[in-house]
C-alpha cells in the first residue's frame, strides 16, 4: 500500500481511473491552480502520465518569490487596493497586513508554472482565468 502526502500538490487523476469523481470519467480530474490575485489562475485537467511519474499530483500553485516579511516591506506608502481596483480587481482583507502578504509580485507568473506541468505532461490546460475579485482573510 502507498499513501501519498501531496505537502505543496493536489491530485491530477486521469481520465477512467477509479477514483477520478464519476463528472470527470471522460476528462480526467480538475486541477486548479491558483496564481496571484492580480494575473489569472488556470483550469487543468489530470494525465496518465501524472500518475504514472508523480502519483497522481501536479503543483497547486505558483509559489511565493517573495517571504511575507519582505512583500509587506515592499508595500510600504502603497495602497494595494487602489492599485488591484486600477487592474479591474475588487479586493477584501481582513487587514491591510493580510493585504500586503499577498501582492501579485509576491508570487510566481503562474503562465510559466502552468507551462512547465503542461510539457511535463503531468496535466493539460484547459481555461485560464482572470480574476475580478478577491476576499483575504
Given amino acids: 500500500m502507498v499513501c501519498v502526502h501531496r505537502k505543496g500538490a493536489t491530485r491530477a487523476f486521469p481520465p477512467g481511473h477509479p477514483e477520478t469523481p464519476e463528472a470527470y470519467q471522460k476528462t480526467g480530474q480538475p486541477v486548479l491552480i491558483p496564481g ?7 483550469v487543468l485537467v489530470g494525465t496518465g502520465q501524472a500518475f504514472e511519474e508523480a502519483f497522481g499530483s ?3 500553485g505558483a509559489g511565493r518569490l517573495m ?11 502603497r495602497n494595494v487596493a487602489r492599485e488591484m481596483e486600477q487592474r479591474g480587481v475588487i479586493v477584501q ?7 500586503g502578504e499577498e501582492i501579485p509580485e509576491a508570487y510566481k507568473d503562474v503562465a510559466q508554472v502552468v507551462r512547465v506541468v503542461e510539457n511535463a505532461g503531468l496535466a493539460k490546460i484547459v481555461a485560464q482565468l482572470k480574476p475580478i475579485g478577491v476576499v483575504k482573510g
Avoid: I
Avoid at 36 to 42: F, I
Fill in 58 to 60: 501536479s503543483c497547486h
Fill in 67 to 77: 517571504s511575507r516579511n519582505r512583500a509587506l516591506k515592499s508595500v510600504r506608502g
Fill in 93 to 99: 482583507a481582513d487587514s491591510y497586513r493580510t493585504l
Fill in 36 to 42: 496571484d490575485m492580480g494575473r489569472y489562475s488556470y
